[in-house]
């Protein structure tokens, strides 16, 4: 019974990530915007360095269920392994989330469920411990890259008016 639910929170911990990130980020639509832009370069960042890198998957030769004969008849890089996409996904998402709302509570949650999805990736041999290391690095880079730019589009909404001087001038 354990086994499945980390397993469903595995599979689904980047689609669980991004849903309570909108959620939770509705009320500020700048910092959502770049959630979002960053989301998708993030994904595709993803499909980059795995094309790049193109390390297999790790393979379980002791049993009759290959997982790399099953990823060598999908389409395009997701065959490959390096970095772990779902990893990276939901780092990204935890750091973002970290930074634009700064709340513990969130913090805890986020965190559990990337520490789930990580070991996931890993207990299920869809990924190394270096390709999901390799993931979470990735997802906390581009989580923090795209907050700091975020911030910095909120602060340059932000400019002073004509009569915010007044008082000074009087």
């Known amino acids: 019974m354990l086994v499945r639910i980390i397993n469903a929170i595995g599979a689904f911990g980047p689609q669980t990530s991004f849903v309570f990130s909108l959620l939770l980020l509705r009320k500020k639509p700048v ?4 959630y979002i832009i960053g989301y998708i370069l993030n994904h595709l960042l993803v499909h980059i360095l795995k094309g790049l890198f193109q390390q297999p998957r790790p393979t379980d030769e002791t049993t009759s269920f290959n ?4 990823y060598r008849q999908k389409p395009g890089f997701e065959r490959f392994g390096m970095p772990s ?3 990276q996904t939901v780092f990204y ?5 970290y930074y634009a709302l700064k709340d513990g509570n969130v913090n805890i949650v986020m965190t559990l469920l990337s520490l789930i999805v990580a070991y996931q990736r890993v207990q299920s041999r869809h ?3 270096a390709q999901v290391v390799a993931g979470a690095l990735g997802g906390v ?3 923090y890259a ?4 975020g911030e910095k589009q909120v602060k340059g909404l932000l400019k002073n008016k004509k009569d915010d001087n ?4 009087a």
């Not at 910092?31 to 770049?34: A, I, K, P």
């Not at 795209?146 to 730019?149: I, L, M, Q, R, V």
């Not at 007044?166 to 001038?169: D, F, G, M, P, S």
Request: hydrophobic share 50%; proline share 0%; charged share 15%.
């Open 166 to 169: 007044a008082k000074r001038l």
């Open 85 to 87: 996409g779902h990893t």
């Open 93 to 97: 998402s935890t750091t973002f989330l």
């Open 31 to 34: 910092l959502l915007l770049m």
């Open 67 to 70: 997982l790399e004969k099953i």
């Open 127 to 129: 990924h190394t411990i």
């Open 141 to 143: 880079l581009v989580g």
């Open 146 to 149: 795209f907050f700091t730019y």
